[in-house]
């Protein structure tokens, strides 16, 4: 059975603090993705890793960084904590077998419902 | 600046109603997917698209892609309460999704 992982389904932190959301993918993906989804905006990427230390910028990455040092793990960093950043976080992972054929299935984990106070 | 623009956002119907939704972009996709996401759950994929005029049934499910490859449809037959949840279409690879359509079937 196939697994997205994320480490907590609900944190509360406050403002101006680092804040730490990790994602472990047991399928031996290339890529991972980290999303958040806020009401009617749907998923909004703010990065991706297609490789071990290899990320790019998504839509949204201001306020962000992220880190890949092992291919099953990658995490999502918010330097400062501020209210705009609570959210839904969705964490995501991929194949890169059909990376050049645009069709490989992402799976997701279950998301991480952060709130910033 | 939204890639992909679905419609309509949010739709009520009854149980065995049919409803379209709908995924457009300016844009030309080599594939275009379908991911349906329950409350409190990830995204889970429906559908890959991949050729121009394409059609895809899964069930009750029925998937389009535009001739042009710069749109799609999700047409649902029968609607029942357990279809209800935000469907959302993705630009294949790096994954850019529409803002989603909420779907509620009431009995």
């Known amino acids: 059975d196939v697994k997205v992982t994320q480490s907590s389904r609900y944190l509360v932190k406050r403002t101006g603090e680092k804040v730490f959301l990790e994602c472990v993918q047991d399928?031996?993906?290339?890529?991972m993705f980290w999303y958040r989804q806020d009401p009617g905006l749907g998923l909004r990427l703010i990065y991706f890793s297609y490789d071990v230390k290899m990320k790019e910028k998504g839509d949204i990455p201001e306020g962000y960084s992220v880190s890949r040092e092992k291919k099953e793990r990658f995490s999502l960093i918010l330097e400062s904590a501020s209210t705009n950043q609570t959210s839904m976080y969705l964490c995501a992972s991929s194949s890169n077998m059909g990376w050049g054929a645009m069709n490989t299935e992402a799976f997701f984990g279950q998301g991480t419902r952060l709130t910033v106070v | 600046t939204q890639l992909l623009e679905q419609s309509p956002q949010f739709l009520s119907i009854q149980e065995g109603e049919n409803l379209t939704v709908y995924c457009n972009s300016s844009?030309?996709?080599?594939?275009l997917q379908w991911y349906r996401q329950e409350p409190g759950e990830g995204p889970v994929l429906l559908v890959t698209?991949?050729?121009?005029?394409e059609v895809k049934k899964l069930k009750r499910l029925t998937f389009q892609f535009g001739d042009a490859r710069k749109d799609s449809s999700l047409h649902i037959t029968a609607a029942q309460p357990g279809d209800t949840g935000l469907y959302l279409c993705?630009?294949?690879?790096?994954?850019?999704f529409g803002q989603g359509t909420e779907l509620s079937v009431k009995p």
């Open positions: 399928m031996d993906h290339e890529n």
């Open positions: 993705a630009k294949g690879g790096k994954l850019i």
């Open positions: 698209v991949v050729t121009g005029g």
């Open positions: 844009s030309v996709f080599s594939s």
